[in-house]
């Protein structure tokens, strides 16, 4: 599934709307006038939330069919316990993250999996999905985040990084289902 990154696309758009805002506020302070009463700058900053408010309607949009879907034509869906208010943290990742709304989307899962009967599993966020080899078990220790692609050091089966913690975090989920992590 792509990440069609909203905010991104909408970049250069904004930071122009923005810098016309900027420009309308300083004409108005050099005519000595407030703010809520300088008629451009309203209008400018009206046009700012119109393309904000786009931005969340598209991702809103994209995650309510995404999920949708996902609930629709799966019985049992397995999903990450993620931390996102600390992978926020993060700089080089903040604007990514919060991009793809990982929160709302596990909410919407979270709900329309009740609301459908569905099961919607969650494996604990220490739970080393990217550590272990999902061909044989065995634990290959921490990797940083710029190994993309690795080789087992016991079996030797090479695996993508995100496709292997996908197939152990699957794995992981439905072994525990039915005891525990279920929303």
Request: proline letters at 2%; aromatic letters at 6%.
């Amino acid at each position: 599934m792509d990440n069609h990154r909203f905010t991104k696309a909408m970049r250069q758009k904004l930071a122009r709307e923005q810098r016309k805002l900027s420009r309308r506020a300083e004409g108005a302070k050099r005519r000595g006038v407030p703010l809520h009463k300088a008629k451009n700058y309203q209008k400018q900053k009206c046009v700012v939330a119109r393309l904000h408010e786009k931005v969340t309607n598209q991702r809103k949009d994209f995650l309510h069919k995404l999920s949708t879907d996902l609930i629709k034509n799966h019985d049992r869906i397995v999903v990450e316990d993620l931390h996102a208010k600390g992978m926020l943290r993060n700089r080089k990742l903040a604007s990514a993250i919060s991009d793809v709304s990982w929160s709302m989307f596990v909410t919407q899962l979270t709900y329309k999996a009740d609301w459908y009967g569905k099961q919607l599993i969650k494996v604990d966020r220490w739970f080393p999905s990217s550590q272990l080899c999902s061909s044989c078990g065995h634990h290959d220790g921490k990797k940083g985040l710029h190994v993309r692609k690795w080789s087992c050091s016991a079996c030797h089966a090479p695996h993508d990084r995100d496709i292997n913690a996908a197939v152990n975090i699957l794995q992981e989920g439905l072994r525990t289902a039915g005891t525990a992590g279920i929303a």
